[in-house]
Every structure is written in C-alpha cells, then in structure tokens.
C-alpha cells in the first residue's frame, strides 16, 4: 500500500475506483464473485424440486468482518489453536504440555 501511494496521485487513485464503480470489482474479490455466480449456477442446477434457489452472495465467503465483533479472549483463541493442532495430528511441544 506505501509504494501504491507514493507512486499514485489522488486523481489516479479516484479514477481507479470510478472504474471499479463502473466495471465491478477487481481483483480477488472478482475472483470470489465469478465463483459464487458458478458455484449457484451448479448449485442450483441440481436442487430438487420447490427448493429455494440459492443467489451467488450465498457462496461468497466472508474474510474480514472489519473489527465488527469483540476480540476474542486469549484462552478462547488458544483453546481454538490446540483444538485444530489435534484434529490435524499435530504435537504439543511446549513445556509442561501432554
């Protein structure tokens, strides 16, 4: 971001997120947008009967819910490392540990 700002005047910067507005959105979020739109196209395709239909933001995961919920406690975000570090085979290496 420091060197896209040193080299980028504000009107080009401006003129960027013009085209965005106008074009869509760039980059990885594209890409998840054009997977959301295949992955409902599929999904949809092969739903039974009277099932509702699935819209393309249904596939589109969520990455940064922006600060939006409280940080979680240490413990709970230990609890969480040790939990995933078990279900895929991994050791404990810390002192004292099991």
Same mark, same amino acid.
């Given at each position: 971001?420091p060197?896209?700002?040193?080299?980028?005047?504000s009107?080009?910067l401006?003129?960027?997120?013009?085209?965005?507005?106008?074009?869509?959105?760039?980059?990885?979020?594209?890409? +998840?947008?054009?997977?959301?739109?295949?992955?409902?196209?599929?999904?949809?395709?092969?739903?039974?009967?009277?099932?509702?239909?699935?819209?393309?933001? +249904?596939?589109?995961?969520?990455?940064?819910q922006?600060?939006?919920?409280?940080?979680?406690?240490?413990?709970?975000?230990?609890?969480?490392?040790?939990?995933?570090?078990?279900?895929?085979?991994?050791? +404990?290496?810390?002192?004292?540990?099991?």
């Open positions: 971001m060197e896209l700002l040193a080299r980028c005047t009107a080009q401006t003129e960027w997120m013009a085209y965005e507005q106008v074009t869509g959105p760039l980059g990885p979020e594209r890409q +998840d947008l054009l997977f959301g739109i295949l992955t409902a196209t599929v999904s949809n395709g092969s739903r039974g009967k009277g099932q509702r239909a699935k819209e393309p933001k +249904d596939f589109i995961p969520k990455w940064d922006g600060g939006k919920r409280e940080p979680a406690d240490w413990r709970q975000m230990l609890a969480t490392v040790q939990s995933m570090n078990r279900r895929l085979g991994g050791a +404990d290496r810390r002192e004292g540990s099991r």
